[in-house]
Structures are given as C-alpha cells and as structure tokens.
C-alpha cells in the first residue's frame, strides 16, 4: 500500500513539474512577443537600437535577449531564460513583430 501511494505521489510531482514548465514557456512566449512588438514600435518611431529596447524589456521579466536583428521594419527576437524549478532547463522562445502589408 505505501508503494502505491508513494508512486501515486511521484506522478502526483512529476505532472505538476510538466504543468509548470509548460506554464513558464507559455510566459517565455509571451515576453518574446512582448519584446520583439517594443523593439518593433521603437524602430518605426525612429529609435537607433531597437534591440536595446528589447533588451530592457526583457530584463525587467529576468530574462535575456540572445538574438536580435532587423529586417527592414521587422524585427525579430530571441529571448532566453534559465527555469529553475525542479531539474532546472534553459527556455528560448523567438518572436516577430513587424508592420502587416496592406492590400
């Protein structure tokens, strides 16, 4: 019984370590795209580095921007961070913002 029970909790523990990752990259995602949209804003309002606007906005959430590059009004951003929880994992996430073509 108590081996039943211990491995009910060893399940129990590994799925919210999943849940919680998962959880963590959506957040990840979502401070690549908040980036990346900054970076792009600050382009179009003439801004000389937009990266560093990315980069700002990124270290504010503890993470760190490992790419990022323009494309004409595009930019693109790669933002990593170092999930601590549990076994601890490295999370990248890249986002594109940009203005949408018309027509």
């Not at 401070?31 to 606007?53: I, K, N, T, Y």
Request: charged residues 20%.
């Amino acid at each position: 019984m108590v081996m039943i029970i211990s491995v009910a909790c060893v399940a129990a523990l590994a799925a919210a370590g999943v849940g919680h990752a998962r959880i963590t990259g959506n957040r990840v995602r979502s401070w690549a795209d908040d980036a990346a949209v900054s970076a792009a804003v600050a382009l179009s309002e003439g801004h000389r580095d937009p990266c560093a606007v990315a980069g700002r906005v990124v270290r504010a959430d503890g993470a760190g921007v490992t790419a990022c590059t323009v494309d004409g009004e595009d930019v693109t951003v790669s933002v990593r961070y170092e999930y601590r929880q549990g076994f601890g994992m490295v999370i990248m996430k890249t986002s594109r913002a940009g203005p949408v073509a018309c027509g």
